[in-house]
């Protein structure tokens, strides 16, 4: 949980409202930005994850937009677009500051994760999460137990509980704390440290009474370029992940049932 982390509360304030705002549109205002689109598209709007492959649905509408290198986002409503350019900026900002730490925490030159992901042109996802009151939260998730794709997600959300971490085992409350920022370490890094660095496991979970929304901005390696264990970590040990291409990645990983850390486990050596 980052506090004192320099992005200023009105932004994240306009964020938010303007994201609720977008979810309260019509549905055939967001019509041009559905339909099962393609990972790569540049803006995607839907609901649950990735239905086609789903047993089961999450009760959560989703915007999803590529902000990184590119910046792509709708232009509804009016001023939106203005405010997530500014906040995409500044979480990449952040995104490098706790990239270089992590690098030096493992021995390495700060810049050493920063230059081997090329991440001056790295990918970034603009994710916009609305949860509307369920009536039997129990017996429904928002999202069910995962792993994000990228590096480092960085996520706040309106005030109002519902994301868990897996901590030794039990579900624990990411309880909001106002004008903070959770991050969440993600697959790609845990790749590149070769194991050292875990990706956490999360899901998101409902309530019956309040919208809730959350606001994730997945930060990972450029595109073209593949991700292994870091060559610095292997001169003493063995890799424990094939190295792929970060787009592969990222597209195996939005077509896949969300569950678990399966996406990770596919490309783990034994
Ligand atoms: O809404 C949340 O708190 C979690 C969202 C999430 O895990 C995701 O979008 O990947
Ligand atoms: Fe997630």
Redesign the pocket.
């Known amino acids: 949980m980052l506090t004192n982390h320099g992005i200023p509360e009105n932004l994240v304030e306009k964020l938010m409202e303007k994201s609720r705002e977008f979810h309260d549109l019509p549905i055939e205002e967001k019509k041009e930005f559905g339909d099962n689109k393609s990972p790569l598209e540049p803006i995607r709007h839907g609901t649950s994850f990735c239905p086609q492959v789903e047993k089961v649905h999450y009760w959560r509408d989703y915007l999803k937009a590529n902000t990184f290198p590119q910046f792509n986002f709708p232009h509804k409503p009016p001023g939106y677009r203005e405010v997530a350019y500014e906040y995409s900026q500044k979480i990449r900002g952040l995104g490098r500051k706790l990239l270089e730490g992590i690098s030096e925490s493992l021995g390495l030159a700060s810049n050493s994760i920063f230059e081997s992901t090329e991440f001056d042109s790295g990918h970034q996802v603009f ?1 916009v ?1 609305m ?1 509307p009151p369920c009536p039997q939260p129990h017996l429904a998730l ?2 069910p137990p ?1 792993s ?1 794709i990228g590096l480092l ?1 960085l ?1 706040t ?1 309106n005030g109002i509980g ?2 868990q971490v897996k901590h030794h085992g039990k579900w624990v409350n990411v309880n909001p704390v106002s004008n903070s920022i959770t991050v969440i370490l993600a697959d790609q890094l845990e790749v590149l440290s070769n194991g050292r660095y875990e990706g956490v496991l ?1 899901r ?1 979970i409902l309530n019956n009474e309040e919208t ?1 929304i ?1 606001v ?1 901005l ?1 930060n990972g390696p450029a595109l073209g370029k593949e991700i292994g264990p870091l060559a610095e970590l292997l001169e003493k040990e063995k890799p424990l992940f094939k190295s792929m291409k970060y787009q592969d990645y990222f597209k195996f990983h939005q077509r896949t049932r969300l569950d678990d850390k399966n996406t990770l486990y596919e490309i783990r050596l034994n």
Do not use: E, F, K, P
């Open positions: 994710v999460n949860y928002g999202l995962h994000d997600t996520l959300q519902g994301l999360h998101a809730r959350s994730v997945v």
